[in-house]
């Protein structure tokens, strides 16, 4: 809309670590996107965290810079990055100018949980007219398809990606079945 505040301070990393705190309380799991936050907060977190995901495009500048971020996280963690993995994302985008896959793996020795393709007919189009992604068929299917899967590794849920979405929506269903594990 346009409203959006992006001068504002941010919280310390002492005030989101409590609040990471009061939250797994109540849910037995938290994720976090720190990708534009304070490297304090940033710190903060990475040390905390039990698994990791670094999200990179499969351009060459974009892979330097996950790469460095490993080595980081690494030297965060006493060395050891644990459940650390490589999301690649916009796979397709600029195709001419991308890693391949086999050259991303060797690269960044470092487990690569997903590739997930660019599609700007559904990506762009429901950007522009501020729809959900799960509100829109085709990238359901892309939901379905890449990202799913990764829920169903990374927070142990099983559920029938066939079966139609629930009444409350998509997310509400696979934090139903989270619930019901806790």
């Known amino acids: 809309t346009g409203g959006d505040v992006m001068l504002e301070d941010t919280v310390s990393a002492e005030q989101f670590e409590v609040l990471i705190d009061m939250l797994m309380v109540k849910c037995p799991i938290v994720i976090v996107d720190v990708s534009h936050s304070p490297a304090a ?3 903060c977190v990475i ?3 039990n698994q990791i995901m670094v999200v990179s495009t499969p351009t060459l500048p974009a892979l330097r810079l996950a790469r ?3 080595q980081e996280v690494r030297e965060v963690r006493g060395g050891d990055h644990g459940e650390l993995s490589l999301i690649v994302n916009m796979q397709g985008q600029a195709a001419s100018s991308e890693v391949s896959k086999n050259d ?6 470092l487990d690569v949980a997903a590739y997930l393709p660019f599609d700007p007919k559904v990506f762009l189009s429901n950007e522009s007219e501020s729809k959900k992604l799960t509100d829109d068929k085709a990238a359901r299917e892309v939901i379905n398809k890449n990202l799913l899967p990764l829920v169903r590794k990374y927070l142990a849920v099983n559920e029938n990606t066939d079966e139609d979405e629930p009444e409350g929506g998509f997310l509400d269903g696979i934090l139903g079945k989270l619930k ?3």
């Open 41 to 43: 907060l940033q710190r």
């Open 47 to 49: 040390a905390r965290a």
């Open 68 to 70: 460095s971020l490993v």
């Open 104 to 109: 991303i793996e060797k690269a960044m020795e």
């Open 180 to 182: 019901k594990k806790a």
